[in-house]
């Protein structure tokens, strides 16, 4: 645990503590649902349902209003969580195969996560930017990489962003 002024602690993975009738957040999301939502609320881009306080893919109950879902917000502001860079020699000899265990994660995690969505995939010389909606898709995107071909995984994530940079080469 790290300790904050006047004694308000901070829970290592950035959720804050209450400490002395004061909150501190070690992580400011504007894409974070700062009031709780109303139930039901249907997305209209993307049709997804919030209900029992998480988003979830199942049909919209009669008399859902319509609320924007975090995820769509990212897509429309251009606003990534996650940045995925793939490169060297093995990503440039095995590219087709190394992108479809990223858009089979990537599929999965949608599947299972609503808010869990690749954004874009960009040419960066001799490999490719990924970006996504949710820092957990793209710190499981290099998971997959690495458990499947090892290589070199690293992230980085800056105290008080609410981003995530991983970067896998082989």
């Not at 109950?61 to 879902?69: F, K, M, Q, T």
Request: charge should be positive.
């Amino acid at each position: 645990m790290s300790h904050h002024a006047k004694g308000t602690r901070l829970h290592p993975i950035g959720a804050p503590l209450r400490g002395r009738g004061v909150m501190v957040e070690r992580e400011h999301d504007a894409y974070r649902e700062r009031l709780k939502l109303a139930e039901p609320a249907l997305c209209p881009e993307c049709r997804a349902v919030f209900q029992e306080g998480r988003w979830q893919w199942k049909a919209a109950p009669a008399g859902a209003y319509e609320h924007l879902c975090p995820a769509c917000r990212r897509i429309r502001d251009h606003f990534p969580a996650g940045f995925v860079t793939l490169e060297g020699e093995f990503f440039r000899a095995h590219r087709q195969e190394l992108m479809q265990c990223v858009q089979a994660h990537a599929d999965h995690a949608r599947a299972e996560h609503p808010l869990q969505r690749l954004m874009d995939i960009e040419e960066r010389g001799e490999g490719v930017l990924i970006t996504t909606t949710e820092t957990h898709l793209a710190r499981g995107i290099g998971e997959a990489l690495h458990h499947a071909y090892r290589g070199e995984l690293r992230f980085n994530h800056e105290r008080g962003q609410t981003l995530l940079r991983v970067h896998w080469r082989r």
